[in-house]
């Protein structure tokens, strides 16, 4: 939702506005803010008006603005078109089941407490001492109105919806109706679910006489089943799973708008239209129509994302991407939390490698663990040691010979180089393992990738070794070997 409220701002040069709606006390957690501001932040939807930045209508939290709310509800009440109700939790509970069990036409409130004094309602059963306020929704309420996305739209007829609640707290069907006003609110983008509440918003505006916003419905996500997303049984409902996760905020960005938007269409000197699934927020929003939008609920399919963040991934600068993943590195041990020049240098080297194959951010650990493990102390995963052949000393004892001759300078004036680089590495391992042992590549080379790596896959080998260093490299071999 602020993604495509932030784009249509953008689009038509408006202010995208940060509220928090907290009026539910029953259901609010302190945390709740914190999370939403750091989560769009970290998404770079950034807001031009919200609690944290101020504006021209602060206070932007609900549960700050009750002084706001009051004048309204009593206006409401004077006009006739709310009035208090007394009924208790327990009463409207049973009044519920009871519609159910018969399977009444009309369900929703019934009225009992409309045109009763208090004293009146007291005598009557399931009283409450603290009342709340209703609407009175009359039987010819407007139900059709105009949504920039789906045309015409026709919802069903609301019960006498509560706008203030016994704690004193408005309700969201009152709150945002005024606070909408009150800010300069031109359009509201928000979910599906809340086709059926446009009416009462949209009576509200009719009755205290205010202009009323344009309203419009983005579809809700679904399942690979087709199913609803819950927040409850889905982590990836959760904003902050996508940053555990390692993905890029930008291909998160670019997958969300996928989701309910074409791809950009180009056109080619040749004529030909050609649609292309990678852009940036600014291309997105620079183009924006309504009318492009899909009212039809998305499939939220992580296998496109995955590759979106694996593109993204490989079109950042290696410094970047270093950058990027150090937190991730820290947090699992792998670098301290201040590293130093050298091990920085090397985290670049050591990207520089991974990041061809590389789809997420957390799965760059074990690549890039063995690079910071001291060479008599690196583990050896089961399913490496397991696939060792018979042959594996032998193989280890010529790549040690091999590698042994290759000096640590950087050759000689006439470019024959015996320096340590992965050509060099490359070229002696091939003639000691594939040529002089007669062995294939995937053969030859499993034993020395297992003692530089501790593991069956690692990134390239002879590129490791040469990041690693002779010193190390033949420490490893040994290490290995030793062990057979």
């Given amino acids: 939702m602020a993604l495509f409220n932030l784009a249509f701002a953008r689009k038509n040069g408006g202010a995208f506005v940060l509220r928090v709606e907290d009026t539910d006390r029953a259901r609010f957690r302190a945390d709740s803010e914190a999370q939403l501001t750091d989560t769009l932040d970290w998404l770079g939807l950034n807001w031009d008006e919200g609690p944290d930045v101020g504006g021209p209508y602060a206070p932007y939290r609900q549960s700050e603005r009750l002084d706001t709310y009051a004048p309204y509800i009593e206006k409401l009440i004077e006009d006739g078109h709310a009035y208090y109700c007394w009924c208790s939790s327990e009463r409207l509970r049973e009044l519920r089941a009871e519609q159910e069990k018969s399977k009444a036409s009309v369900t929703g409130y019934d009225r009992l407490c409309h045109g009763k004094t208090r004293e009146e309602r007291a005598a009557l059963p399931g009283f409450s001492e603290t009342p709340v306020v209703r609407m009175l929704v009359p039987d010819d309420v407007p139900l059709e109105f105009d949504d920039p996305i789906r045309g015409t739209l026709k919802a069903p007829r609301p019960d006498d919806q509560v706008i203030r609640k016994a704690d004193g707290f408005p309700t969201y069907h009152l709150a945002v109706v005024v ?24 009576l509200l505006y009719r009755w205290l006489g205010l202009p009323e916003p344009r309203f419009a419905h983005m579809p809700l996500l679904r399942n690979a089943n087709k199913s609803k997303i819950s927040k409850r049984k889905n982590p990836e409902a ?30 080619g000197e040749d004529g030909e ?82 990041q061809p194959r590389l789809t997420h951010l957390t799965k760059a650990g074990p690549q890039v663990a063995p690079f910071y493990v001291d060479d008599d102390a690196l583990p050896i995963d089961d399913d490496a040691r397991t696939q060792l052949k018979d042959d594996a000393p032998a193989v280890l004892d010529a790549a040690i010979a091999a590698l042994e001759g290759i000096s ?38 499993g034993p020395v990738r297992t003692a530089i790596s501790g593991k069956r896959v690692s990134p390239p080998l002879f590129e490791s070794m040469e990041i690693l260093g002779r010193h190390s490299t033949l420490t490893r071999l040994r290490a290995l070997r030793a062990t057979l």
Avoid: C
């Fill in 408 to 445: 640590t300078d950087e050759g000689d004036m006439f470019g024959e180089g015996r320096g340590w680089t992965h050509e060099n590495i490359e070229a002696a391992l091939r003639a000691a393992l594939v040529e002089g042992m007669g062995l294939k590549p995937k053969f030859a080379f």
């Fill in 179 to 202: 606070d909408d006003h009150e800010m300069g609110i031109t359009h509201v983008v928000r979910g599906e679910e809340w086709i059926s509440s446009t009416p009462k918003h949209l």
């Fill in 273 to 354: 239209r050609t649609e292309r699934e990678v852009f940036s927020f600014s291309e997105f929003s620079s183009g924006f129509e309504w009318s492009k939008v899909n009212p039809v609920g998305p499939i939220f399919d992580l296998t496109k994302l995955d590759w979106l963040n694996g593109v993204y991934i490989r079109e950042l600068p290696v410094e970047e991407l270093a950058a990027r993943l150090l937190p991730y590195l820290v947090a699992e041990g792998i670098l301290p939390p201040r590293p130093d020049l050298g091990a920085l240098g090397r985290l670049e080297q050591v990207v520089g490698l991974i």
């Fill in 238 to 267: 959760r904003l902050t799973w996508f940053r555990e996760e390692g993905y890029l905020p930008e291909a998160l960005v670019n997958f969300l708008a996928l989701l309910g938007y074409p791809p950009i269409i180009e056109e």
